[in-house]
Nanobody, 126 residues
Framework: QVQLVESGGGLVQAGGSLRLSCAVSGRTFNSYAMGWFRQAPGTEREFVAAIAWRYSRTYYADSVKGRFTISRDNAKNAVYLQMNSLILDDTAVYYC???????????????????WGQGTQVTVSS
Protein backbone atom coordinates (compact mmCIF):
# COMPACT_ATOMS: atom_id res chain seq x y z
CA GLN A 1 0.00 0.00 0.00
CA VAL A 2 1.28 3.42 -0.97
CA GLN A 3 0.13 6.62 0.67
CA LEU A 4 0.66 10.08 -0.74
CA VAL A 5 -0.22 13.05 1.42
CA GLU A 6 -0.22 16.57 0.04
CA SER A 7 0.03 19.68 2.17
CA GLY A 8 0.62 23.39 1.79
CA GLY A 9 -2.51 24.44 -0.04
CA GLY A 10 -4.59 27.41 0.98
CA LEU A 11 -5.92 30.81 0.04
CA VAL A 12 -3.54 33.33 -1.46
CA GLN A 13 -3.88 36.60 -3.30
CA ALA A 14 -2.95 36.89 -6.93
CA GLY A 15 0.76 37.46 -7.26
CA GLY A 16 1.49 35.54 -4.11
CA SER A 17 3.29 32.26 -3.52
CA LEU A 18 2.61 28.84 -2.04
CA ARG A 19 4.74 25.76 -1.58
CA LEU A 20 3.08 22.39 -1.85
CA SER A 21 4.59 19.26 -0.36
CA CYS A 22 3.85 15.61 -0.98
CA ALA A 23 5.11 12.83 1.25
CA VAL A 24 5.18 9.22 0.07
CA SER A 25 4.93 6.44 2.62
CA GLY A 26 4.07 2.77 2.85
CA ARG A 27 5.41 0.53 0.13
CA THR A 28 8.66 1.93 -1.17
CA PHE A 29 10.16 1.75 -4.62
CA ASN A 30 13.75 1.81 -5.74
CA SER A 31 13.03 4.72 -8.04
CA TYR A 32 10.00 6.50 -9.39
CA ALA A 33 8.86 9.56 -11.24
CA MET A 34 6.66 12.06 -9.45
CA GLY A 35 4.19 14.54 -10.79
CA TRP A 36 1.79 17.28 -9.86
CA PHE A 37 -1.59 17.62 -11.50
CA ARG A 38 -4.52 19.89 -10.83
CA GLN A 39 -8.24 19.89 -11.39
CA ALA A 40 -10.61 22.81 -11.30
CA PRO A 41 -14.39 22.30 -10.98
CA GLY A 42 -15.93 21.10 -14.20
CA THR A 43 -12.60 20.44 -15.88
CA GLU A 44 -10.40 17.43 -16.47
CA ARG A 45 -7.32 16.77 -14.42
CA GLU A 46 -4.38 18.50 -16.08
CA PHE A 47 -0.64 18.17 -15.91
CA VAL A 48 1.30 20.80 -13.97
CA ALA A 49 4.84 19.52 -13.45
CA ALA A 50 6.83 16.32 -13.16
CA ILE A 51 10.28 15.23 -12.11
CA ALA A 52 12.22 12.13 -13.03
CA TRP A 53 14.22 9.99 -10.63
CA ARG A 54 17.46 10.08 -12.56
CA TYR A 55 19.11 13.50 -12.70
CA SER A 56 15.84 15.06 -11.47
CA ARG A 57 14.90 16.03 -15.01
CA THR A 58 11.89 18.32 -14.86
CA TYR A 59 8.85 18.94 -17.03
CA TYR A 60 6.33 21.78 -16.90
CA ALA A 61 3.05 22.71 -18.45
CA ASP A 62 3.36 25.84 -20.56
CA SER A 63 0.88 27.61 -18.32
CA VAL A 64 3.17 27.37 -15.28
CA LYS A 65 6.61 27.47 -16.86
CA GLY A 66 8.71 30.19 -15.27
CA ARG A 67 6.40 30.50 -12.28
CA PHE A 68 6.39 27.02 -10.72
CA THR A 69 9.33 24.88 -9.68
CA ILE A 70 9.17 21.18 -8.90
CA SER A 71 11.82 19.52 -6.77
CA ARG A 72 12.25 16.28 -4.87
CA ASP A 73 14.08 14.90 -1.86
CA ASN A 74 14.63 11.21 -2.46
CA ALA A 75 15.92 10.63 1.05
CA LYS A 76 12.61 11.90 2.42
CA ASN A 77 10.45 10.38 -0.32
CA ALA A 78 8.99 13.80 -0.92
CA VAL A 79 8.24 16.11 -3.82
CA TYR A 80 7.60 19.83 -3.67
CA LEU A 81 5.96 22.42 -5.88
CA GLN A 82 6.99 26.01 -5.37
CA MET A 83 4.34 28.23 -6.92
CA ASN A 84 5.12 31.91 -7.49
CA SER A 85 3.25 34.71 -9.23
CA LEU A 86 -0.02 32.88 -8.75
CA ILE A 87 -2.95 33.86 -10.94
CA LEU A 88 -6.68 33.22 -10.69
CA ASP A 89 -6.47 30.37 -13.20
CA ASP A 90 -4.20 28.47 -10.83
CA THR A 91 -7.16 27.85 -8.53
CA ALA A 92 -7.72 24.10 -8.36
CA VAL A 93 -7.23 21.00 -6.29
CA TYR A 94 -3.62 19.93 -6.66
CA TYR A 95 -2.68 16.25 -6.65
CA CYS A 96 0.68 14.58 -6.45
CA UNK A 97 1.25 11.23 -8.11
CA UNK A 98 3.87 8.51 -8.36
CA UNK A 99 4.91 6.43 -11.34
CA UNK A 100 7.21 3.59 -10.26
CA UNK A 101 7.74 2.36 -13.81
CA UNK A 102 10.04 5.15 -14.97
CA UNK A 103 13.46 6.29 -13.85
CA UNK A 104 14.95 8.44 -16.60
CA UNK A 105 11.87 10.39 -17.61
CA UNK A 106 8.54 11.42 -16.15
CA UNK A 107 5.13 11.29 -17.76
CA UNK A 108 2.80 14.20 -18.33
CA UNK A 109 -0.49 12.32 -18.55
CA UNK A 110 -2.56 11.22 -15.56
CA UNK A 111 -2.87 7.70 -16.98
CA UNK A 112 0.88 7.23 -16.62
CA UNK A 113 0.72 7.47 -12.83
CA UNK A 114 -0.30 4.61 -10.58
CA UNK A 115 -0.62 6.22 -7.16
CA TRP A 116 -2.34 9.44 -6.18
CA GLY A 117 -2.81 11.62 -3.15
CA GLN A 118 -6.12 13.01 -1.97
CA GLY A 119 -5.35 16.52 -3.16
CA THR A 120 -4.92 19.92 -1.57
CA GLN A 121 -6.98 22.97 -2.44
CA VAL A 122 -5.27 26.06 -3.81
CA THR A 123 -7.43 29.15 -4.14
CA VAL A 124 -6.10 32.35 -5.67
CA SER A 125 -8.12 35.48 -5.00
CA SER A 126 -8.06 38.84 -6.74
Amino acid sequence: QVQLVESGGGLVQAGGSLRLSCAVSGRTFNSYAMGWFRQAPGTEREFVAAIAWRYSRTYYADSVKGRFTISRDNAKNAVYLQMNSLILDDTAVYYCAVDPSRTRVAGTRPMEYSYWGQGTQVTVSS
